[in-house]
């Protein structure tokens, strides 16, 4: 059985406090947070002890999730991997890319299991719908949220639009062409509205959206491929899938043109696959214990976030020049 512990228990860590302590193939050793009342709290809430020094903690677990504000998580993401301690570090893995790289190359060095936390890869609706997609040439991403301080220490690419960006990354095999992107100040004093245009080597075009002020919430992205449409919403959840049926071409050209009734249940054949439902923050800290105890590559490792740092900050980089 794993030892762990939570680096930072705010609104994040909290849920993973709370998560590796129903967990039944890991025993909980402890927390530790800057904020010694507050880890105490957390610390009763879920049947396990505060600890007042990080190395202490470090002593005694194999394995923890890194909470803590972004500038910490490389002092904080070193500090555990020297220690040979494996990392879960919540998004983005780091505020530079050098931070990250530094990251990566420490956990490959010391034979441990860096994962990154982009949980929306462990959304139901998104497996589902990653499960089928195969070559998309055009993504729509909207991640739209209501304004809260928390997380304005970055700017919303690295706060919200980066959950899209991996997804993009891990849905469209070909590197990244080109990026344009703007992005305007409302609320904070970094960017809380942004868009970026990616262009893939393979043609692919995703759009990306990404506010923090908002009205309402919405977390959605549409998948074009030659063969389907996939439209999937993280919030509901849902996935659905538009797939064109077996139609000559002659057929559906007189269909559109009148020659032949039809409509477009003649022509689309749509499916909503059952979700199962799992919790994705279970699904994320179980498959990073997975990760830990065979050795195996996690769905999220240090090198996808770096991938995903590296397109928000160019991003940000175009952003800049506005």
Same mark, same amino acid.
């Given at each position: ?13 909290? !849920? ?5 302590? %129903?967990?039944?193939? @890991? %025993? ?5 947070? *800057? ?12 049947? *396990?002890?505060?600890?007042? =020094? ?14 803590? #504000? ?9 500090? @555990? ?7 879960? /570090?919540?998004?983005?893995?780091? #505020? ?25 890869? !462990?959304? #139901? ?13 055009? $993504? ?11 997380? *304005? ?14 997804? &993009? ?21 970094? &960017? ?11 043609? @692919? ?18 998948? !074009? ?8 919403? @993280? ?6 899938? !538009? ?23 003649? /022509? ?25 105890? *065979?050795? %195996? ?6 090198? =996808?976030?770096?991938?995903?740092? %590296? $397109? ?11």
């Amino acid at each position: 059985m794993r030892r762990v512990g939570v680096i930072g228990v705010g609104h994040l860590g909290r !849920f993973h406090t709370k998560v590796y302590s %129903e967990i039944p193939s @890991c %025993e909980l050793v402890g927390v530790h947070d *800057t904020d010694g009342e507050r880890a105490a709290a957390i610390a009763e809430e879920y049947g *396990t002890r505060a600890v007042a =020094d990080l190395g202490e903690l470090l002593e005694s677990v194999d394995a923890v999730s890194i909470a803590v #504000p972004t500038g910490a998580h490389h002092e904080v993401g070193m500090r @555990c991997l020297a220690s040979g301690v494996h990392a879960l /570090i919540e998004k983005p893995i780091a #505020p530079t890319a050098e931070e990250a790289r530094d990251l990566v190359r420490a956990a490959r060095e010391g034979g441990l299991t860096l994962q990154v936390g982009h949980i929306e890869r !462990f959304n #139901p609706a998104m497996r589902a719908g990653l499960s089928i997609i195969s070559k998309p040439m055009f $993504v729509e991403a909207h991640r739209l949220g209501i304004f809260v301080p928390r997380g *304005t220490d970055v700017a919303v690419v690295l706060d919200l639009m980066i959950h899209d960006i991996d997804l &993009i990354l891990a849905a469209v095999a070909s590197p990244v062409a080109s990026i344009h992107a703007v992005g305007v100040q409302v609320l904070s004093s970094s &960017i809380d509205i942004a868009n970026a245009r990616l262009t893939f080597e393979d043609g @692919c075009v995703a759009n990306v959206t990404a506010s923090r002020v908002s009205r309402e919430r919405m977390r959605k992205i549409r998948f !074009f491929q030659h063969d389907a449409y996939v439209s999937i919403d @993280c919030m509901k959840p849902q996935t659905q899938i !538009f797939r064109r049926r077996d139609v000559p071409e002659e057929t559906l050209r007189r269909i559109a043109a009148g020659e032949i009734e039809g409509g477009l249940e003649d /022509i689309v054949k749509y499916e909503e696959p059952a979700l199962d439902g799992a919790d994705s923050l279970t699904l994320e800290l179980e498959s990073f214990l997975h990760a830990v105890e *065979t050795g %195996e590559r996690p769905p999220v490792d240090g090198v =996808d976030g770096l991938k995903a740092l %590296e $397109v928000a900050l160019e991003i940000l980089r175009q952003i800049g020049r506005q």
